[in-house]
Every structure is written in C-alpha cells, then in structure tokens.
C-alpha cells in the first residue's frame, strides 16, 4: 500500500480503512504493474476491480463514521464540517454516508442554506466559475 504524502490525514484515513476492508473482505490483492490499460484504454499502474474497490470504501467508510454516531450528529444539528472533524474524514466522505444511510433529507432540511450554497459552489466550478457559455 501507497499512501500520498500530499494527502491530508482526513484522506490518509479513508484510504487505510478502504485497504484494510480490502483484506476482511477477502479481495485478490491488486497487482502494481508499469503499464496496463483499463476498459476505457488509459494507462493505469495497476488493476482495478471497481465492485471491490466500491465495497471496500462503503464497508470502510461505515466503519470510521457508524451509522448511530453520524445519526446522533444529524440530530444534534452538527455541520458535515463539523461531523468530518469529529470523524478525521472528509466532508465528501461524510456526505456519502449520509446518503447511503438515508440520513441526507433530514439532514438537508436541517441545513438548506449550507446545501444550496455548497452545491451552487459546484456547479459554478464545472461551469467555469458561474460564467455562461458564450456571453
């Protein structure tokens, strides 16, 4: 296993628990190769089952934020900033078990304004910065 030293410890966590699932789960190890090619023809550094990878990160990702934890937080009225803190993951991580756990529209309701403004923030990212095509 390769950590990347550029990533932050919130990360770092994530991918550690993601390897170790791997091994609970009892997943064929990946093989590190120099050059392969995915389904899609990109050069990769190693192979790539994405149902492996998909449970591992879902079983992983309960086991650092369990469900009466994250459930006791969105009662509580935390924050996913705050939630991602408590937790050492990342926000993207705890907005991910929110959904899976199906705690998302309570906790949506709870934080419109957050929502709105964060998903506004994106999609002014993949548009380029709010501006329209053309104008």
């Given at each position: 296993?390769i950590?990347?030293?550029?990533?932050?410890?919130?990360?770092?966590?994530?991918?550690?628990?993601?390897?170790?699932?791997?091994?609970?789960?009892?997943?064929?190890?990946?093989?590190?190769?120099?050059v392969?090619?995915?389904?899609?023809?990109?050069?990769v550094?190693?192979?790539y089952?994405?149902?492996d990878e998909?449970?591992?990160?879902a079983?992983?990702?309960?086991?650092l934020?369990?469900?009466?934890a994250?459930?006791?937080?969105?009662r509580?009225?935390?924050?996913?900033a705050?939630?991602?803190?408590?937790f050492?993951?990342s926000?993207?991580?705890?907005?991910?078990?929110?959904?899976v756990?199906?705690?998302?529209?309570?906790?949506r309701?709870r934080?419109?304004?957050?929502v709105?403004?964060?998903?506004?923030?994106?999609?002014?990212?993949?548009?380029?910065?709010?501006?329209?095509?053309?104008?």
């Open positions: 296993m950590l990347n030293p550029r990533h932050g410890q919130a990360r770092n966590n994530a991918t550690l628990m993601e390897e170790v699932c791997h091994v609970f789960l009892g997943h064929k190890a990946n093989r590190l190769s120099i392969a090619q995915n389904k899609q023809g990109k050069t550094a190693r192979d089952n994405e149902a998909e449970a591992a990160y079983v992983g990702a309960a086991a934020v369990p469900y009466a994250i459930e006791r937080s969105v509580a009225g935390k924050s996913s705050e939630m991602a803190k408590h050492n993951v926000r993207e991580l705890i907005e991910y078990r929110l959904k756990s199906r705690l998302w529209p309570e906790y309701k934080h419109e304004t957050e709105a403004a964060r998903y506004a923030a994106r999609q002014a990212a993949v548009t380029g910065n709010g501006k329209q095509n053309g104008g």
